[in-house]
């Protein structure tokens, strides 16, 4: 069984910045996407940042220039870095990953998520 745990949410003023983590535990497990997604109070989920193997990266533009999404392959884990944070980026933050199991089947697995409050 693979599980995704997250941490690094908390809260943070206006302009500040977090840095998510979301790592990979359990069986064999080899990640080929991850991707950050947020659920803000009353609003549908969306996808912030991704990051794919042979495909590159993909910013929503509401983040863009302000998030940095990075991976490391050799560790199953993945960063989300977020600066110059604004209120709307108040949210629950849930990671996501694409990847393949010891016995070649692929997986989707959904971290639990983690709360980001950004308020002064």
């Known amino acids: 069984q693979v599980q995704l745990v997250e941490s690094g949410g908390g809260l943070v003023q206006p302009g500040g910045s977090l840095r998510l983590s979301c790592a990979a535990s359990?069986?064999?497990?080899?990640?080929?996407?991850m991707t950050w997604y947020r659920q803000a109070p009353g609003k549908q989920r969306e996808l912030v940042a991704s990051?794919?193997?042979?495909?590159?990266?993909n910013y929503a533009d509401s983040v863009k220039g302000r998030f940095t999404i990075s991976r490391d392959n050799s560790k199953n884990t993945g960063n989300l870095q977020m600066n110059s944070l604004k209120p709307e980026d108040t949210a629950v933050y849930y990671c996501?990953?694409?990847?393949?199991?010891?016995?070649?089947?692929?997986?989707?697995?959904w971290g639990q998520g983690t709360q980001v409050t950004v308020s002064s």
């Open positions: 996501n990953a694409k990847g393949v199991d010891g016995f070649g089947t692929a997986k989707v697995v």
């Open positions: 359990g069986s064999i497990f080899s990640i080929y996407a």
């Open positions: 990051i794919i193997s042979g495909r590159g990266i």
